[in-house]
């Protein structure tokens, strides 16, 4: 199993006071210290217009930044809203990075679930998913052939005859290309067009099982050239993760900030999240309920035992960790070093490989 961490550059206003600017100061170096300890990827999510979710306008300069801050780990975007982009500017962009991090870049994307950002940016909230099929199609087409000739409904692009989209990306035929879904139309779209798929922090394991089963039934729509994506096949799912020493102090260390952070963050700015989270289940959010169905907190024999059991059960090739800001930054960065040290070691020994998970 691999192992990333999502980093939302979401606010501790307490710790971070208006206007938030030390949020990414402090997103780096919990990065940098990822990259230490050995986490495969981190991946940085794209957020507009609030500070009461995440502030980051622009995923392709920070993962350029981080470049030069970094080594080994990977950065991906997770992820560009797509339908707020030029598809070739998205070509154009991703290549570069890669060039920049020496192939470590990896490309994640989505139609966004947020309707204050289209409003912003002026793109209708409720075709995203159209605008979004149409530029994963223009991206690939040019991704493999280096120029685009297309004439839609939302994009109108041409590079031809003496003109070819640069730089060329290091890893080919692209960088790691996923789509991050939750509908059974996005699941399916995403495993005929190749891509890998990214999976929500809230979604149950059974349905996570039903969604990754699905997405598996169609990657035989996929035509060979579409599939030798690095990323076909390989299916990241988020998970809410805390480790300490024993269940108790997981529950006493984080159960405040995840209950206040998964609250304010299941309203009404979150219309059409991913497809697939029930109302009820955020009705009224309580801790040990979210233990039971979906948080990876607890002590390293714990967590380990879920992790098994979750890889077990839904087929899943990467947990992406994901938590809130408000453990603060010391308490935060010792819960990934006690993982890393504890967890990742017995995961990592386990591992299946990918083609013996894809044939399940």
């Known amino acids: 199993m691999k192992f990333g961490i999502l980093f939302t550059s979401h606010p501790d206003i307490e710790r971070e006071p208006y206007p ?4 990414h100061a402090r997103v780096t170096r919990q990065i ?26 622009d995923p392709f300069v920070y993962a350029a930044y981080l470049a030069d801050k970094t080594e080994r780990i990977k950065i991906g975007t997770g992820v560009m809203t797509l339908p707020l982009y ?8 991703a290549a570069f ?14 139609s966004g679930y947020r309707p204050y950002e289209f409003e912003g940016f002026g793109v209708p909230f409720d ?10 199609d223009l991206i690939l087409e040019s991704f493999h052939t280096g120029r685009a000739t297309h ?3 939302y994009f109108d692009n041409t590079i031809s005859g003496d003109y070819e989209i640069f730089p060329r990306s290091i890893q080919q035929p692209h960088p790691p290309l996923y789509m991050a879904a939750g509908s059974e ?26 969604q990754i089963s699905h997405y598996r039934s169609r990657m035989a729509a996929a035509p060979d050239q579409l599939a030798a994506n690095p990323a076909f096949g390989h299916v990241d799912v988020a998970r809410w993760v805390y480790v300490a020493d024993t269940d108790a102090k997981a529950k006493e260390e984080s159960e405040a900030g995840i209950v206040k952070h998964i609250s304010a963050f299941m309203g009404k700015n979150t ?38 059991a979750l890889q077990k059960e839904t087929g899943m090739t990467s947990v992406v960790i994901h938590y809130p800001p408000y453990y603060g930054h010391e308490k935060t960065v010792a819960m990934l070093k006690l993982f890393a040290e504890t967890v990742l070691p017995e995961l990592q020994k386990d591992e299946a490989p990918l083609t013996a998970l894809a044939a399940e």
């Open 20 to 23: 938030h600017r030390d949020v």
């Open 32 to 57: 940098v210290e990822a990259d230490r300890l050995g986490y495969d990827t981190a991946w940085i999510a794209e957020h507009h217009f609030s500070n009461t979710y995440g502030i980051l306008p």
């Open 86 to 93: 030029d598809p070739m500017r998205v070509v154009e962009n």
């Open 97 to 110: 990075v890669d060039v920049l991090t020496n192939g470590r870049f990896i490309l994640g994307l989505g």
């Open 127 to 136: 075709e995203r998913r159209d605008i979004q099929e149409e530029a994963v």
């Open 151 to 153: 004439a839609g409904k």
């Open 185 to 210: 139309r996005s699941i399916g779209y995403g495993a005929e067009k190749g891509m890998g798929l990214m999976l929500s922090t809230l979604t149950r394991s059974q349905d996570l099982a039903t």
């Open 271 to 308: 219309a059409g999240y991913l497809g697939a989270i029930q109302k009820s289940d955020v009705d009224a959010v309580r801790y040990d309920e979210l233990a039971e169905t979906t948080l990876l907190h607890g002590s390293p024999d714990t967590v380990i035992a879920k992790l098994k």
